[in-house]
């Protein structure tokens, strides 16, 4: 009939459209899927360019921090004596011409000994701070102690690794469960160093070496966020059956 006929134009017209655009959605899905990809591997580049200047930086901002307390405790010890002397003399001003080989405390009259006994307590309250001050001179943290720590954190430091041909789809390696562990990594890197990291409000290395630090955390943190989206992107154009973690080892594996 001719209503028949009209159909079958209609669908002739139309089967053809949706075809096309199913397979343009199709490759602009595999095309960001790609680009996606391309950006995890940047990111991997300059995660291990970050980490080597990291490693680089360690050593000489121990040398500069070092250098700083060696100044500092010189500065410390030379006003630190300047305020003993002063209290000597002021505990020799105290007692007067009583001063003699057998001289003892009982040979002042009760002002004198309060006076000498004032100047001695007024030149500790001065000199001590400075002489307590005083710090170690060698630092008790450097480079090994940053590699123990990363190694505990392996996972989030080698994403290649975690998401590469060794993936074996666990839910451990969950994007957003590793989110959580590159925070717990900087904070544990940052304290590896802490006796640089510490430092970073006096150092201009120190501030360097935490900055890198940041930074490093903050690209793993893209670079999840980025293999979240692949992963996503996998399961939807690839594969629709994949689920959960297990649809990663199938893009990485392609």
């Known amino acids: 009939s001719r209503m028949k006929y009209l159909y079958c134009l209609v669908l002739a017209c139309i089967i053809p459209l949706i075809q096309s655009e199913t397979v343009f959605t199709h490759r602009s899905s595999r095309y960001n899927a790609q ?3 391309s950006a995890a591997s940047s ?6 360019g970050i980490l080597g200047q990291i490693r680089s930086t360690i050593p000489s901002s121990i040398s500069s921090i070092e250098s700083d307390i060696a100044v500092l405790n010189i500065r410390k010890a030379f006003i630190g004596t300047m305020n003993l002397f002063g209290a000597l003399f002021g505990i020799r001003g105290a007692i007067g011409d009583n001063l003699s080989p057998d001289f003892t405390l009982k040979q002042l009259s009760f002002g004198d ?3 000498a006994l004032s100047q001695a307590m007024y030149g500790f309250g001065y000199v001590g701070p400075f002489y307590l001050e005083l710090e ?7 480079l090994s102690d940053f590699d123990n720590a990363l190694r505990e954190y392996a996972y989030v430091t080698d994403f290649s690794t975690t998401y590469g041909h060794s993936y074996t789809g666990s839910s451990d390696t969950d994007p957003h469960l590793l989110t959580y562990y590159v925070i717990k990594m900087k904070h544990a890197l940052k304290r590896s160093i802490y006796c640089i990291t510490s430092r970073k409000g006096s150092n201009q290395e120190a501030v360097i070496t935490n900055s890198l630090i940041d930074l490093y955390a903050k690209l793993a943190t893209e ?5 979240d989206g692949i992963l996503s992107t996998s399961n939807n154009v690839e594969n629709p059956t994949y689920q959960g973690a297990s649809q990663s080892q199938y893009f990485f594996n392609k």
């Open 35 to 37: 680009s996606l990809h």
């Open 43 to 48: 990111i991997d580049e300059r995660m291990q």
């Open 113 to 115: 000994q309060l006076n």
């Open 136 to 142: 170690e001179a060698r630092l008790d943290c450097g």
């Open 223 to 227: 670079r999840l966020s980025l293999t």
